[in-house]
């Protein structure tokens, strides 16, 4: 009980102390400073610079998005197969909040790789491509693909530089997919719906999936495909002018 | 879901700037939040309260407004997006011209701006 009173007249004291404190020292006013800072800029700037910096190098680039296990890495390898058939140089720069999976499938077709691991970040962002970039032999290509990290929400308020930004989804994922997640649909130029061999055993129509998307961003190219037994490659690589 | 990184981006400009200025106490900080973009306004809130602990943010007030999208579209309309009620798309029925109906590009309501910082500063 003593303690306590001690303890409050203690800060009792100190409250007075403060509260004296401007009046007898140096006096304090509020000051209202204009920032207009603009906190994503910086990633944007960046992704023009490496846009620019693809460019210089004649290289055509692909950003593709989408869930965990909707397709992208298999249908990057599918491109990449078809691309060095005809005799055209591909690089790939896989994005992971961890391990380095994608990046060996990637090398294993012998194309040059990077592996850019996020850490704790749900995004790729232009900077990390940046890096990412100053490891790849930029002469000797024609085509980067990209895969960003699993994920359907942040990349949209990260462009990266690339020309082209692809959205994969697969039926898989319901066929609520295309209405959960509009945004990403409406910033996207090519919508592919994968592994439609699976739609009957899931009992999702890709139609439904197809109207949505239409629908979320009625200017995109919209391809299904079943990257496994390869169908809907030829339809891709047109779409994406290739 | 990055809403944390871009918070503690948002902090370290906003002490750089009233460190800048002697300041010994941030009371408001005002951000402009486009309406396109994938932030949540409850996850930003928490992470400034979180980030802002033990700093010259500690007890500030975050103020934050929504900014419309605008879009500009070929028949010459230019102006801000109005999401249509019945629309299934919410965000998306946003890009469409409400004067030719025809799909318009978004050219504004994808920035996120500190406007401005209320700070204590020494009366010299
Ligand atoms: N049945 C079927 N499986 C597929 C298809 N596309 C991808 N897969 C499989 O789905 C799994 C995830 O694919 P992956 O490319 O790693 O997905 P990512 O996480 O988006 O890169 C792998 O086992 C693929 O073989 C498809 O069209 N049909
Ligand atoms: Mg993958
Ligand atoms: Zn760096
Ligand atoms: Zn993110
Ligand atoms: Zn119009």
Known sequence: MARRLVALSKSFWGEKIILLSPLLRNMHKIVTVDMEKDILSANRDLAEQNKALLEEH??????????IGSGKTLIIEKLVERLKAKGMRCAAIAGDVSGDDDYRRFVSHKIPAVNVSTGKECHLDAHLIDHAL???????????FIENVG?????VDFPLGSHTRVVVISVTEGDDMVRKHPAIFAFSDVIVINKIDLAEAMQVDPGILDRDAMSANP???????????????DELILALGL | MHEF??????????????????????ERV???????????????KFAFEVLSKDSLLDGAMLD??????????GCGFKGEASPREDSLHQLTSAFEC????????????????IRDISMVVPDV
């Not at chain 1, 200017?219 to 490659?233: F, L, N, T, Y």
């Not at chain 2, 934050?64 to 579209?73: A, F, N, P, S």
């Not at chain 2, 030719?100 to 050219?107: I, R, S």
């Open chain 1, 58 to 67: 004649g290289i055509r680039s692909f950003d593709f998005l989408g869930a």
């Open chain 2, 98 to 113: 409400p004067k030719c109906g025809e799909l318009a590009k978004v050219t504004g309501g994808r920035d996120c701006i």
């Open chain 2, 30 to 44: 005002t951000l402009e939040l486009g309406e396109f973009m994938m932030l949540g306004h409850a996850q930003l």
């Open chain 1, 134 to 144: 100053e490891e790849l032999p930029l002469h000797e290509l024609d085509y980067l």
């Open chain 1, 151 to 155: 994920n359907l929400v942040c990349p």
């Open chain 2, 64 to 73: 934050l407004r929504t900014v419309k999208g605008e879009i500009e579209c």
């Open chain 2, 5 to 26: 990184s871009v918070m503690s981006q948002i902090v370290s400009s906003v002490i750089e700037e009233a460190r800048s200025r002697n300041a010994s106490k941030v």
């Open chain 1, 219 to 233: 200017g995109a190219k919209i391809v299904m495909m079943d990257a496994r037994h390869e169908k809907g490659v």
